[in-house]
């Protein structure tokens, strides 16, 4: 099946991790990704560690997409920046907010939203990049109400978005009702789910949980009672994963973006079973 699918990477903090990383880009290219995109840490506080992802990946010959976030951010600041992703040959960005900071960084950004950031890249390059940016299905956990979440995105979309990548969720309805609201505004850009897979239920719980994502209660309370037991957590999202996805493209998904947090088999075995390997 050649339904388009991108992984997500974050960039490596040590040598190792950042040889691991080759290594595991290397397993999923067997899967042919439209492209694959790297994380920008809160405030720009990974941009070397980004920029020098993205530049491994475009020499390796694979289209890669850098996140970029505006939040604490300088107009001259994203300016310069942009020279730097274009010189180095990066013509896709996930434009974002980023993450409001705990600890009082990000005063004296220019940036609020990432539709500013976004009015500004345009503004600066044109058409140079294929935006992407983020949507919740189930609410960014700051909007005042779904209506307003839904007002943000197609603010991001009237500044020149080309399409979204969900958040990660477990319902599937959420996702298709989310999609029918955006095309009722008359917003026709791809709404990309964006696919975590399940490995280590602490993890995922405290994630979901900060972001904003659903677990649902038979999910949660069948992954508390399989303890650590990594191998059955791991059976068990490969399942859960596959149903949900295979709902989604039943439904008509225009992609599927996975989130790896830098490991390929759990990617792997869900394009597997979805037949989405050459
Ligand atoms: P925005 O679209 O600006 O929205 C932020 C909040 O402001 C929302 O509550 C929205 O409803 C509200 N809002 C927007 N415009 C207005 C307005 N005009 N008036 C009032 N309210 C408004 N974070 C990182 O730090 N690095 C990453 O690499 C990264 N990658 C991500 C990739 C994906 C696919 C997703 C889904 C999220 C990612 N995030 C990343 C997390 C993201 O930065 C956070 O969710 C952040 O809190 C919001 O970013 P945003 O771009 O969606 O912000």
């Known amino acids: 099946m050649t339904l388009p699918i991108s992984f997500e990477f974050f960039p490596p903090k040590t040598p190792e991790g950042a040889t691991k990383l080759r290594a595991v880009r290397q397993q999923l290219a067997a899967a042919q990704p439209e492209f694959c995109s790297v994380t920008y840490g809160a405030g720009g506080s990974t941009q070397a560690g980004t920029f020098a992802v993205v530049g491994e990946m475009l020499a390796e010959g ?4 850098c996140h970029f976030s505006c939040i604490g951010a300088t107009r001259d600041g994203v300016r310069a920046q942009l020279a730097e992703l274009r010189d180095m040959g990066v013509t896709r960005l996930v434009a974002l907010r980023g993450d409001l900071p705990s600890g009082g960084y990000g005063a004296g950004g220019q940036f609020q939203y990432a539709s500013d950031l976004i009015e ?9 990049f294929r935006i992407h940016v983020a949507c919740y299905p189930e609410m960014h956990p700051q909007a005042k109400s779904p209506q307003a979440d839904l007002q943000a995105l197609a603010a991001k979309v009237r500044a020149g978005a080309d399409g979204a990548i969900t958040q990660m969720f477990f319902n599937a309805d959420a996702y298709f009702h989310f999609v029918d609201e955006v095309r009722a505004l008359g917003l026709q850009v791809p ?4 696919i975590m897979p399940i490995t280590n239920s602490a993890g995922l719980l405290r994630f979901a949980d900060n972001c904003g994502a659903e677990v649902p209660r038979w999910m949660r309370l069948r992954l508390q009672s399989l303890g650590d037991d990594a191998a ?7 399942e859960v994963m596959t149903r949900l996805c295979e709902r989604l493209m039943a439904g008509g998904v225009p992609a599927l973006h996975f989130y790896t947090l830098n490991q390929a088999a759990p990617a792997l075995v869900l394009c597997q079973r979805l037949n989405l390997t050459s």
């Open 62 to 65: 694979m289209e890669a997409a």
């Open 232 to 238: 059955a957590i791991k059976d068990f999202g490969a």
């Open 120 to 128: 500004f890249i345009r503004a600066e390059t044109g058409d140079h």
């Open 191 to 194: 709404i990309v789910p964006g």
